[in-house]
């Protein structure tokens, strides 16, 4: 039968609405008994998560979402539709960043009442901080809470490929912002918003930074705009005023490492875990990592310590992802 902190875990999921990870948790309580022998609860458990699941798809399917095409003519290989469920309650993240997008969330939920004033919600962000710290996810998860499709653009394809059309594109782009009400995230976006002179300023660069930042103070839709960086450094003041919000985000501390270790391993027991020397090794770690080595354990958890909690095992997972960080250096 499921352990008190598995029956904890469902419950927390249920209350904060998380059904994705409800039914995670829930899968893997039906393969824990059928690893024990107790396949009728097993196939029970897994036909009720089923049953559940094909009438959630069915209710929202009823509710239609117009999408504009963007996977011919001119927005081809610029925007990339996302679909990524992801809740606030499920990031863990800073207490001031969980209140600056509650105050985000509610204030989008807020636009009609906020125009009759004039006034209009926060939707130009942008977020900075090292890689796998939660940007896009972030991202994701104002598309899920806002009950809006987010676009990713392609920078990459934009640079390269239309070499020469860069503001005829862009200028697509922001057509399809004004037209479709959605989050549209403009990852690593230090590739076009380095400062204008520097000493690797290539003219083209330049010529799409001049367009973006036309382009985006002249957006006045319902659309949310989200440029994300690992390198603030890199970008040029003049985004300063374009955007209502800058978010900074960076590596857990060691409460929410904790948390994280916590939550990714809810299935498993870890009361006779001594914490302190795992939390020291993954001091410095991004949450995506530390994410990573808590199912690297589980893995070996489940295939070779008949699914046990193992500290070695554990602390062995941090180390390896804490060497392979340092070849890269950051």
């Known amino acids: 039968m499921a352990t008190a902190e598995q029956i904890k875990a469902l419950l927390k999921s249920h209350a904060d609405r998380d059904d994705t990870r409800f039914y995670s948790l829930a899968m893997q309580l039906a393969a824990k008994e059928a690893r024990k022998g107790h396949t009728k609860l097993a196939d029970d458990i897994k036909n009720i998560i089923e049953k559940s699941q094909a009438s959630n798809v069915?209710?929202?399917?009823?509710?239609?979402?117009?999408?504009?095409?963007?996977?011919?003519?001119?927005?081809?290989?610029?925007?990339?539709?996302?679909s990524h469920?992801?809740?606030?309650?499920?990031?863990?993240?800073?207490?001031?960043?969980?209140?600056?997008?509650?105050?985000?969330?509610?204030?989008q939920r807020q636009k009609d009442k906020l125009s009759r004033f004039g006034l209009a919600p926060s939707r130009k962000l942008?977020?900075?901080?090292?890689?796998?710290?939660?940007?896009?996810?972030?991202?994701?998860m104002l598309a899920t809470e806002l009950k809006l499709p987010m676009y990713t653009i392609v920078l990459d394809s934009l640079i390269t490929r239309f070499m020469g059309e860069t503001a005829s594109k862009l200028r697509s782009i922001f057509d399809h912002i004004a037209q479709t009400r959605a989050v549209y995230l403009?990852?690593?976006?230090?590739?076009?918003?380095?400062?204008?002179?520097?000493a690797n300023d290539v003219g083209e660069i330049r010529r799409i930074l001049n367009s973006f930042l036309m382009?985006?103070?002249?957006?006045n839709s319902d659309s949310l705009i989200v440029a994300a960086t690992n390198h603030p450094e890199l970008l040029d003041r003049a985004l300063n005023r374009r955007f209502d919000q800058f978010i900074s985000f960076s590596k857990p501390d060691q409460p929410q490492i904790s948390e994280?270790?916590?939550?990714?391993?809810?299935?498993?027991?870890?009361?006779?875990?001594?914490?302190?020397p795992i939390l020291d090794t993954a001091a410095g770690l991004s949450a995506a990592e530390v994410t990573q080595a808590c199912e690297d354990a589980a893995k070996e958890f489940v295939l070779h310590?008949?699914?046990?909690v193992d500290e070695e095992i554990l602390l062995a997972a941090f180390e390896r992802r804490k060497s392979g960080k340092s070849l890269f250096n950051y």
């Open 58 to 82: 069915k209710s929202v399917s009823s509710a239609p979402v117009q999408l504009k095409k963007v996977t011919s003519g001119e927005l081809h290989g610029l925007l990339e539709h996302t």
């Open 85 to 107: 469920s992801v809740r606030l309650n499920e990031l863990v993240l800073s207490p001031e960043i969980v209140t600056r997008f509650e105050k985000i969330i509610f204030e």
């Open 126 to 140: 942008m977020f900075v901080g090292p890689p796998g710290t939660g940007k896009t996810m972030s991202a994701s």
């Open 186 to 198: 403009f990852d690593e976006f230090d590739a076009i918003g380095a400062q204008r002179g520097a």
């Open 215 to 219: 382009f985006v103070e002249q957006d």
């Open 260 to 276: 994280l270790i916590e939550r990714t391993l809810a299935l498993f027991d870890l009361g006779q875990v001594s914490m302190s």
């Open 305 to 308: 310590n008949d699914a046990l």
